[in-house]
């Protein structure tokens, strides 16, 4: 069976610092990986997707960067994080788009950057 | 742009009491839409996914229905335990599922 890791789930930050999330996924190849962030209270806004090794497509310009060095490890990098980064990253994964059974979701990152 | 606006942004039902929270959607082309259960700290659940106008999906207390516009979610008699955020998420094909705001939901025994 298919089963998507995320870690760390919870990360305190200071204004200024790098960040590394990682999300690996065990049990499929090839599959299409996503970086999502939800502000509280508020929907999934899709950050990177990717379709393949060293294939990233950005969504929102920011000081967050997506690499995909391996078919199923997929990372959220920032060199220097900002305040307004705060917030519950989730990484997912599908094969293709629209799969019948959506997309399977990690269990998250709580940033706090302080 | 593909929007997807969910209502009510909460909802706080007694055990027991029927309701149905609203997904309308504005999109170019629906290839699927899917409910998700998000409970606290933790990642989405897939629920449901819908194709086209008229299609029914059920799972226990829940019953997913799709128009043309928008798509409802039905709690029939609801538990304590369906107590999270009901989020539902549009794909088109183009890039990835868009999601939209969600509905927390709150059972009181």
């Known amino acids: 069976s298919q089963t998507i890791h995320q870690w760390p789930a919870t990360l305190v930050q200071p204004v200024g610092s790098p960040l590394s999330l990682e999300c690996t996924v065990e049990g499929t190849s090839n599959p299409n990986l996503y970086w999502y962030r939800q502000a509280a209270g508020r929907g999934l806004q899709l950050l990177f997707y990717s379709v393949g090794i060293g294939q990233i497509s950005s969504e929102v310009p920011q000081n967050l960067s997506a690499s995909r060095p391996q078919d199923r490890q997929f990372i959220l990098s920032s060199k220097k994080l900002l305040l307004s980064d705060s917030g519950f990253y989730l990484c997912a994964w599908g094969k293709g788009r629209g799969l019948a059974d959506g997309y399977t979701f990690g269990s998250g990152t709580r940033l706090t950057v302080v | 742009e593909d929007q997807v606006t969910q209502s009510p942004e909460a909802l706080r039902l007694q055990e027991g009491e029927s309701s149905s929270l609203n997904c309308s959607y504005t999109?170019?082309?629906?290839?699927?839409l899917f409910w998700y259960r998000q409970d606290p700290g933790k990642g989405p659940e897939f629920l449901f996914t819908?194709?086209?106008a008229g299609e029914e999906k059920e799972k226990e207390r829940l019953k997913a229905t799709l128009t043309k516009k928008e798509s409802f979610l039905h709690i029939t008699a609801p538990k304590p335990e369906d107590s999270a955020t009901y989020l539902c998420?549009?794909?088109?094909?183009?890039?990835?599922?868009?999601f939209g705001s969600g509905t927390r939901l709150q059972v009181q025994p």
């Open positions: 819908l194709y086209s």
């Open positions: 998420a549009v794909d088109t094909g183009r890039r990835a599922l868009t």
């Open positions: 999109v170019s082309g629906l290839r699927g």
